[in-house]
């Protein structure tokens, strides 16, 4: 989300919350989120679930301005847990930010601009699901197209859902890249039907376009 300052440079919080809360998504995925900086003195995850409707769950990568800036999830329901995993990347950190519900886990993160981090993120992505006891999804920005390398390794572990007509995420207002994705782990004893995944048209909110998807898990 840019700390909600659109691809016209104008820091605007109710368009961004007017975007999430047309996509009625029952989880959430934020990237660049302030919280009580400098730049931002609000708490901005929990501003925007307070303005949605959500409980936020905020991902802290770094210090920053004497705050924190990282991820952050917003869920219509409260998470029964919560924790971070690092990622490394020379030039910032970045964080894993795993959320726990009661049927599913759902899974933010912002990949490193550099490409030897992004492949390391990969496999300690991977490394995590196996960990896990239930379903999990992550949803992110991963700054890697999707025939590169990192994206590769994930697709070995995890279904990485294919968009429906648009593909293309980056820059929001004439977008060239894929670069932002929804996946999920595949080894336990459900089937994902995806019944709609599409870029939403919100060319000026972000430098993202950000998307949705509507999945309905099946036992095998």
Known sequence: IRNCKGSDSVIDYKRVAGVISRCNADVVALQEVDSVTGRH??????????MTGHYATFGAAVNYSGGKYGVAV????KPLSWRTVKLPCSSEERVFLIVEFESYYFCCTHFSLLEEYRIIASNIICEEAAKLDKPMFVAGD???LREAEPMQILAQD??????MYDKLTFPADVPTKEIDFICMYKHHSVVPVVYNHVVVPAVVES????IVADIELYKR
Do not use: M
């Not at 003195?41 to 307070?50: A, E, I, V």
């Not at 430098?207 to 950000?210: E, I, K, M």
């Open 207 to 210: 430098d993202h376009r950000p």
């Open 142 to 144: 991963f700054n890697a």
């Open 74 to 77: 917003l869920s219509k329901v």
């Open 41 to 50: 003195p609000l708490d901005l995850s929990k501003h925007l679930g307070d």
């Open 158 to 163: 995890f279904y990485v859902f294919e968009k």
